[in-house]
């Protein structure tokens, strides 16, 4: 009876664990915050990042330049991923506005150095979107209306429940009008 009630515990925990995500928390220490300001225009062939009504636009040229400056290329998987950003913005149809995630590489049946690519391509991109948003150089849209200005919050937390040694949260999210258009999160060990 005593094995069965400390298997029931460790189950409770555990479901109770899967159901609290840190990163859906708002409730951190704010780190920094600042006023962004966008573009009111973009030169297509571009690419967007879409958050529920919002996006988030970067124009192939603006996107090309920033990743060829930014990504590394010290592993033969980062090297190929960012070969591939590359090459897939360059052949992006003429006076088209493209969502990034149809840019990305299938990872079903993926293994080793093909699944590290086609993970590196996807924050690739999420990299270059939150380079050039913190830059200044993307534009915002929310419900279709380019919008000027956003605000940008960068807090960390202590994990009260870490997960194999990631003790600490960080969250980046910018908003305009109680509207987000862009966040992260990530969990480190400092």
């Not at 920094?32 to 988030?56: C, D, G, Q, R």
């Not at 194999?164 to 910018?174: F, N, P, R, S, T």
Request: glycine share 4%; proline share 5%; aromatic share 8%.
């Amino acid at each position: 009876m005593q094995k069965i009630l400390v298997l029931l515990v460790f189950l409770v925990s555990c479901i109770v664990r899967a159901e609290t995500d840190p990163c859906e928390s708002n409730q951190y220490p704010v780190k920094w915050k600042s006023n962004l300001s966008h573009p009111e225009s973009f030169e297509l062939p571009a690419i967007f990042y879409k958050t529920n009504n919002s996006k988030v636009i970067v124009s192939a040229s603006k996107a090309i330049n920033f990743v060829e400056k930014n990504m590394a290329t010290h592993k033969p998987y980062l090297k190929n991923a960012k070969a591939f950003i590359i090459r897939s913005l360059s052949e992006l149809p003429k006076n088209k506005l493209v969502d990034h995630s149809s840019l990305w590489i299938p990872t079903e049946g993926l293994q080793g150095q093909e699944l590290n690519k086609a993970i590196h391509v996807m924050a690739g991109y999420q990299g270059l979107f939150e380079g050039l948003l913190l830059n200044n150089e993307a534009s915002i849209s929310i419900n279709e209306k380019l919008i000027t200005s956003s605000n940008t919050v960068y807090m960390i937390g202590k994990d009260p429940e870490p997960v194999h040694g990631l003790d600490y949260i960080h969250k980046l999210v910018v908003s305009s009008s109680n509207n987000i258009v862009f966040s992260k999160c990530w969990l480190d060990s400092k």
